[in-house]
């Protein structure tokens, strides 16, 4: 536990039940209200094209900032839990949330949004999402899987109100008073912080941290103390600075992880891959559905439709993953789950008309369900729980600069070709591409690791079969104490 948290710990609390339960409502609010509300942005990508005179590339700068902040704000937000807390961070987030939508409705042109909505907005959702996802694991452990998958229907959530709200204000205020009006909303977030309360564990039921090694640079430094190098000499203070560096960016980057869990590596890199084309169709689709001739309350509706049908998906997603014949095995419903919705994007390309548009995001988001329930999960798999904050860290950092590049490239194209087929292209390509990897890659680790045991085995057996080959020699031979002292002894 964080140094914030010990200091206003309750009384014991027990896992898996009561106030568990009230920080998993909080949990599914939050995430409604930080990974869910990116997904409105395609409601004002028109009306921000229109009033700053912006084209496609650089509009959609503005929702590709906010998304990678909220992604790549993972160490900050590491450090800020283990120093401060979960509740803490999780309300600050809160009000930077709300001060980046307040500020955005007074911007004057396109790069003032990136700094408030993208930046300040981003920055805000990232301390509330991330945060919150790190509380779970501390309030759930035989029901882990249910509740991420529970916490995670929040976005679905989301993904169906925020855009039926989004068009509902735009028509009737403009996009200006909106994102005031946005600004309160946010402010929410607070209150779900403030029902994270620390959780004091029993002993032995949470994991514990790993005992922090002695790292060589320590032990260089109090070799070169000890034969009498001044501490303020210009080369140790040098190497002692470098060895803080290293030392913060393990714990909170986990770079030590990323290179001795082959898991992990192969899980983020995939990750990574997979989001370039992930948010593309979040993005694009009203765009798309508006410029194909679809009226714009229709074209806000998409992205609610794929909403709703989380909210029901989600759950039953976490209730199957979580059964013990998945146990080792959610990575392969994962890779299922993200090539399906790389299938799917082919649909958009056969028909923009709106029955299809609205099959697309039927199938889209069955897909979606298994993305949204299992990453998490995933990574709890292949990461201790004791370094999952520092894990996150380091996979958000990489998602985020996909998050960030993905969707302005893919704009360029547009505005170059000014063809919107080449979003759903592009989203096909990536996480087609990325399912493979990862399927194939966690097949190919689990044969080498079952047959490095199969080997070891073989070894362990033929050196217990010489050992009792040689143990019964000497008896035969000889019946002196001697020998017989000797064979005990091995």
Not at 152 to 171: A, C, E, I, K
Request: glycine fraction near 10%.
């Amino acid at each position: 536990m964080s140094q914030g948290e010990a200091a206003g710990r309750s009384t014991a609390k027990p896992q898996d039940q009561g106030w568990a339960w009230m920080v998993l409502l909080a949990a599914v609010v939050l995430q409604g209200l930080t990974l869910g509300f990116p997904c409105c942005i395609g409601v004002f990508f028109t009306d921000l094209q229109h009033e700053f005179q912006a084209s496609n590339s650089q509009t959609s700068w503005f929702p590709s900032i906010m998304v990678a902040v909220l992604h790549g704000g993972g160490p900050l937000c590491s450090i800020l839990v283990k120093r401060f807390g979960c509740r803490f961070v999780v309300m600050l987030g809160g009000l930077l949330s709300g001060l980046g939508m307040v500020s955005s409705s007074f911007c004057g042109s396109i790069s003032q949004l990136y700094l408030t909505a993208g930046l300040i907005t981003g920055l805000g959702s990232c301390f509330s999402f991330q945060a919150g996802v790190t509380v779970l694991g501390y309030y759930f452990v035989r029901w882990q899987t249910l509740a991420n998958a529970v916490a995670s229907t929040g976005v679905s959530l989301g993904f169906t109100l925020w855009p039926l709200l989004s068009q509902y204000l735009l028509d009737e205020m403009g996009w200006r008073n909106t994102f005031l009006i946005f600004g309160g909303i946010l402010l929410n977030c607070c209150v779900c912080g403030a029902i994270m309360r620390p959780i004091q564990l029993a002993p032995g039921s949470h994991p514990q941290s790993a005992k922090p090694e002695e790292e060589p640079g320590n032990r260089a430094e109090e070799a070169q103390l000890s034969n009498g190098a001044s501490p303020y000499h210009p080369m140790l203070q040098q190497h002692t600075r470098r060895t803080k560096c290293f030392q913060m960016l393990q714990k909170y980057l986990a770079f030590d992880i990323f290179c001795q869990n082959k898991g992990y590596q192969i899980y983020t890199i995939g990750v990574t891959w997979m989001v370039m084309g992930f948010a593309l169709p979040h993005v694009y689709l009203v765009p798309y559905a508006i410029h194909s001739g679809v009226e714009e309350h229709k074209a806000a509706l998409l992205i609610s439709i794929i909403g709703f049908i989380n909210i029901f998906i989600r759950p039953l997603t976490g209730l199957l993953s979580g059964h013990r014949v998945f146990t080792g095995r959610r990575i392969y419903l994962f890779s299922l789950a993200v090539l399906l919705c790389g299938l799917s994007n082919f649909i958009c390309v056969i028909s923009a008309e709106f029955g299809v548009l609205i099959l697309y995001c039927v199938i889209l988001s069955i897909a979606m369900s298994g993305v949204g329930s299992l990453i998490f999960q995933v990574l709890m798999d292949v990461v201790d729980m004791d370094r999952f904050s520092s894990a996150l860290g380091l996979f958000t950092v990489l998602e985020s600069i996909t998050h960030l590049i993905g969707p302005p490239l893919t704009g360029f194209l547009v505005d170059i070709t000014s063809d919107f087929h080449y979003v759903f292209y592009n989203s096909s390509f990536f996480l087609i591409s990325a399912a493979l990897f990862m399927g194939l890659s966690f097949c190919a680790l689990e044969k080498k690791n079952k047959l490095r045991k199969a080997s070891k085995a073989r070894l362990d057996n033929h050196s217990r079969y010489q050992y009792s080959e040689a143990s019964a020699e000497p008896k035969v031979e000889s019946q002196s104490p001697a020998a017989v002292e000797y064979i005990t002894s091995i």
